[in-house]
């Protein structure tokens, strides 16, 4: 770092600990919003009133200068900005969160695998009943779902 980087670290490092622990409450509401762990809608929103208070009284405008790695702050606060505006389809953690089926099966040479008309439905319709499995008898998509080996359907 440049002696004036570091200057102008050091002249706003209050301000700089205060806007991170405002965006950390605002990133944990929005979190527990898509997760499901507010009791109502009321209680969601009166976090989200408390928690975005913060960052809209104290940091309604962010100017980042041109000092050091400006680039990645302006990717940072485009991020904290997208956090309660993107559904939890659109966000990277619901993906990574999502269950895997049947993992323990080694993947199925090409000319082993079942026809069109045999596959697996679409994710529409994610039933266990419209789930095909064919590995061993232990499966963590039958012990998941509470099937038996004979009532999840195979492919011929």
């Known amino acids: 770092m440049s002696a004036s980087a570091t200057d102008l670290y050091l002249s706003r490092r209050d301000a ?9 409450d605002e990133s944990s509401v929005c979190w527990w919003k898509a997760d499901g762990q ?7 929103r009166q976090a989200q009133d408390a928690a975005y208070a ?3 009284d ?14 990645e702050a ?3 606060i485009e991020q904290i900005r997208q956090l309660g505006r993107a559904g939890t389809e659109e966000q990277d953690w619901v993906r ?6 049947c993992s323990s099966t080694p993947p199925v040479p ?5 026809s069109a008309a045999h596959r ?15 590995t061993p008898p232990f499966c963590p998509l039958r012990a998941r779902t509470g099937a038996l080996s004979s009532a999840v359907p195979r492919c011929p």
């Open 16 to 24: 700089y600990a205060a806007f991170l622990s405002a965006a950390d």
């Open 110 to 114: 090409a000319s082993q695998r079942p």
């Open 54 to 56: 913060a960052t809209r």
């Open 58 to 71: 104290a940091f309604n405008r962010i100017v980042v200068e041109p000092v050091g790695p400006h680039k």
């Open 38 to 44: 507010y009791p109502s809608v009321d209680a969601t």
């Open 96 to 101: 990574s969160r999502r269950p895997v089926r």
């Open 120 to 134: 697996r439905p679409s994710r529409a319709d994610p039933s266990p009943s419209a789930t095909r499995c064919t």
């Open 74 to 76: 302006h990717a940072v």
